[in-house]
């Protein structure tokens, strides 16, 4: 079974520059999930999905960051314009829409903002 | 708002011993909780799921248990190899079906 697939791997870009990250979930999964990794602490939910719409984005900085999930599969993030406080690891993970079972995560994106 | 704690945030052990891994939560209504491991630079790999309803899981050295109503878990390690050594996160689903992280624990196996 293929797993989260996750692009790029790394990304390098200047303060006020604009983003963006791609998500291909496992296929059959209805959830659909970002986070935010910052060095040294836990996983942050940005947003999540179930199907192409959006169940929460509380934590989600609106003002720079958006997301969408196109026919229900894949999922595109993006930041625009990045702050130097944005660096961080994002993570896409996905799960079968009932809450009893497992998430699986890809291999994240790693951004640098400088 | 749930909040998930580990304890302790970095262990270091010499290689072949038994360890104890430890998450605690604030609100004991959740759906399940799951451990999870990642190596630096990497993603998230899932260790082991417990449902609300279990008690404990088991796969190969690593046993997980669940006291929902004291909102603790822990995950054991039994013999731990230098190939263990990584960040370990617990995380548990809420209604909702969000997920809430712990901020980690940091694990060296010293050979």
């Known amino acids: 079974e293929a797993g989260v697939a996750q692009s790029p791997r790394y990304k390098i870009i200047e303060k006020r520059q604009s983003v963006a990250f791609w998500c291909n979930p496992i296929s059959g999964h209805a959830t659909l999930y970002w986070y935010q990794q910052i060095l040294g602490q836990g996983p942050k939910l940005l947003i999540q999905?179930?199907?192409?719409?959006?169940?929460?984005d509380s934590q989600l900085p609106k003002d720079r960051f958006s997301a969408e999930r196109l026919k229900g599969v894949d999922s595109t993030l993006k930041i625009q314009p990045a702050k130097l406080e944005d660096s961080a690891v994002y993570l896409c993970?996905?799960?079968?829409?009932?809450?009893?079972?497992?998430?699986?995560f890809g291999q994240g994106t790693r951004l640098t903002v400088v | 708002k749930q909040e998930v704690t580990q304890i302790p945030a970095a262990l270091s052990v010499p290689e072949g011993e038994n360890l104890v891994l430890n998450c605690s939560f604030t609100?004991?209504?959740?759906?399940?909780l799951q451990w999870f491991r990642q190596d630096p630079g990497k993603g998230l790999t899932s260790l082991l799921l417990i449902q609300s309803s279990q008690r404990e899981q088991t796969s190969g050295r690593l046993n997980a248990s669940l006291d929902k109503s004291s909102g603790r878990s822990t995950l054991y390690i039994a013999a731990s190899q230098p190939g263990d050594s990584a960040t370990y996160l617990c995380a548990v689903r809420a209604p909702g079906n969000q997920f809430y992280f712990g901020t980690g624990t940091s694990l060296t196996v010293i050979p």
């Open positions: 999905f179930q199907n192409n719409g959006v169940v929460d």
């Open positions: 609100d004991s209504a959740i759906y399940n």
């Open positions: 993970a996905s799960s079968l829409s009932v809450t009893r079972n497992e998430a699986f």
